[in-house]
């Protein structure tokens, strides 16, 4: 891993470090969702505009899809640390549910060939 990579769990800790030295404090869980939302909204908007249908307007110029990307990613590791979630191991066993459980569904899914 090179310097410009961060771990699941040294996310986890930059972002708890950065809420408790420099945001005061973390939002309430209720205002956290909300925001994530919000930034969905906002990705989803850069996304339908870059590639859907929809033109992009003047005061969607300056948008940063990886920055929205990266909102989102805030907000979900502020929820995760508030409520007692480790990313990574809740990760992990999520790539194994799903590994096990759609070993064959893709595979032999005719709308994916």
């Known amino acids: 891993m090179n310097s410009n990579e961060v771990t699941l769990p040294e996310a986890q800790q930059m972002v708890d470090h950065w809420i408790k030295t420099i945001g005061v404090r973390y ?13 969905v909204g906002e990705l989803a908007r850069i996304m339908a505009r870059t590639y859907g249908d929809q033109s992009f307007k003047k005061s969607d110029e300056g948008k940063d899809m990886a920055d929205e990307m990266a909102d989102v990613l805030w907000v979900l590791i502020c929820l995760a640390n508030q409520t007692g979630v480790d990313l990574n191991e809740a990760f992990l066993k999520n790539i194994e549910k799903k590994t096990s459980r759609d070993k064959d569904r893709h595979q032999n899914n005719e709308k994916l060939k």
């Open 27 to 39: 939002f309430s869980e209720l205002t956290n969702l909300a925001i994530l939302t919000e930034e």
